[in-house]
């Protein structure tokens, strides 16, 4: 059991979401940073998808109650537990009665925290993801607060040793500001003039942005197209409005949109956009889909091999 | 009516669209439904979501396990073995929601038409409506299709906070708020029948092309 002791303004449980509900008009959902939550929980010993802790926006504290295994990563924050430094994606011991204090989020966006065992909160939907627009789903499908105690679930038999660390070349580029997307389903109905604004010039993530979409500006994407009927979106569609604003849809994309779709961002990309904070630039670099989905298999294969460095470290 | 090609896109590196046609129509719509029905009897070991629009159909897939190219071709194989002559069984259910009609936008929405609200009850209550798409919010359904006399736009300021199981009418199409959210329809009545409930299974009452009645609520 942990019990937060300080929250943040931002704090859900997240996992990697619902992956069999969009037919019911349930966003997939899930951690905004999926790379973060899968690595983190190779580095505790839990299964990839198992339910972590999402957090923004400012530090907090929470206590354990009983001895845990942590690892946090993600954004950078400077956190502590019981006076000595936490480092990044790494495994991390703490004793019954201790404190984890995040002081601050220094750099990035979402924050995540893995215990050995995973957050242990009902399943609803196939997964333990906070969906905060349906109240559903995470803590009592809402975020949490000062005093919310969360069980953890049994600790895996095997968990890397205290120290283990992601070798930091297996991390995403995430002071990159360029990320990878293919045409969308109406890539075609862009001229050449909107394909330039969006492929060569910089967007900057601006403070429109949350779990459901990051609205981008720069220079404008246009196109004569209005609204099309309703066709199916996911995570990382990129919508064009009639004005020309981009928005990416994000974690919580809704499953169904009338806005033309002029592309979608790799999949293998996603952290790295969830990653930058508002003000923050983004330059997209088109690709192939047989390029996005190599990039996924080697995001794939790194993750095992975190994985089992992990193991074997323990 | 001749059946154009059906044409399969990727929709990112984990998802792709089939398209059936450029233009809406009531007959293109039973296609996609039947088609998705085919696509989720074949249980492709892959899949792990359907979703229908109007004019196509998502297939979301783990691209782990398979590349597009390969995911497209047996998809679509299936889409087009699918065929409006045999009806998806679902496609059968109608659903009645009992409805009482005291929205706060009724009055208003006579006046706008020139007819009584009891006119407007009645003209609601005489059709049987489909399911054209599921989306917007969980458990949302966009039904169709309005008495034409009933027809108006969307309210110029939309509501910030649209309580659940308010019926409402905006264009060609009716529906039931779900959920509490943001809402630019005409609230014309409401219904105690609960449409989304994340707990129950299925956890929405309405699937693309069923049938929808709704009845006066006593």
């Known amino acids: 059991m942990i019990t937060i002791t300080r929250a943040p303004p931002y704090l859900t449980v997240q996992d990697a979401g619902r992956r069999h509900s969009r037919v019911f008009g349930v966003p997939r959902g899930g951690a905004m940073d999926l790379f973060a939550l899968e690595a983190l929980n190779s580095i505790v010993g839990n299964a990839p998808d198992d339910a972590a802790l999402e957090w923004a926006l400012s530090g907090g504290s929470m206590e354990f109650e009983a001895d845990s295994v942590f690892a946090i990563g993600g954004a950078r924050a400077r956190a502590t537990l019981a006076g000595g430094d936490v480092p990044p994606f790494t495994t991390v011991y703490a004793a019954a009665g201790s404190e984890l204090e995040i002081e601050q989020i220094t750099d990035a966006r979402f924050l995540y925290i893995a215990f050995a065992g995973g957050i242990d909160v009902p399943v609803v939907l196939g997964s333990r993801s906070t969906y905060l627009p349906g109240r559903f789903g995470g803590f009592q499908g809402r975020m949490l607060g000062r005093g919310d105690s969360l069980p953890l679930g049994q600790q895996p038999s095997t968990i890397p040793a205290p120290g283990f660390t992601c070798p930091a070349e297996l991390l995403p580029a995430y002071t990159s500001s360029v990320v990878r997307v293919t045409a969308g389903s109406h890539a075609d109905l862009f001229d050449d003039a909107a394909w330039r604004a969006f492929t060569e010039t910089d967007f900057v993530v601006s403070h429109a942005s949350d779990r459901t979409g990051y609205k981008l500006q720069g220079q404008a994407v246009s196109h004569g197209l209005g609204s099309l009927p309703s066709d199916p979106g996911c995570q990382g569609a990129i919508q064009i409005p009639s004005e020309g604003t981009p928005i990416v849809l994000m974690a919580d994309a809704p499953t169904v949109g009338g806005y033309p779709k002029i592309a979608v961002v790799s999949k293998t990309d996603m952290p790295i956009l969830a990653q930058r904070s508002p003000g923050a630039s983004v330059r997209f670099e088109l690709i192939t889909i047989e390029q996005s989905q190599r990039a996924l298999a080697r995001r794939a294969s790194d993750q095992k091999t975190i994985r089992s460095l992990g193991a074997a470290s323990a | ?218």
């Open chain 2, 1 to 218: 009516m001749s059946l154009s090609r059906l044409r399969a896109q990727p929709l990112g590196d984990s998802a792709l669209t089939i398209a059936f046609g450029t233009e809406k129509s009531a007959e293109l719509l039973k296609r996609v439904h039947a088609a998705a029905f085919a696509v989720s009897a074949a249980a492709l070991p892959e899949v792990e979501d359907v979703v229908t629009a109007y004019l196509s159909l998502g297939v979301f897939y783990d691209s782990g396990k398979t590349f597009y190219a390969e995911m497209a071709a047996r998809v679509l194989a299936v889409c087009e073995r699918a065929s409006i002559a045999e009806p998806a069984p679902d496609a059968a259910r109608t659903h009645e929601i009992p409805v009482t009609y005291d929205g706060p936008d009724l009055q208003d929405v006579a006046a706008f038409l020139g007819l009584s609200t009891e006119d407007v009850i009645g003209r609601h209550l005489a059709r049987t409506y489909s399911v054209d798409l599921i989306g917007f919010v969980p458990g949302w359904a966009y039904l169709s299709e309005l008495d034409p006399t009933l027809r108006l736009p969307r309210r110029d300021q939309p509501r910030p906070r649209v309580p659940a199981g308010s019926v409402a009418i905006a264009g060609a199409q009716t529906g039931v708020y779900p959920l509490v959210t943001p809402g630019g329809w005409h609230i014309i009545g409401h219904t105690d029948t609960v449409m989304f409930d994340p707990a129950r299974d299925p956890p929405a009452i309405l699937h693309p092309g069923d049938k929808v009645q709704f009845v006066r609520a006593r």
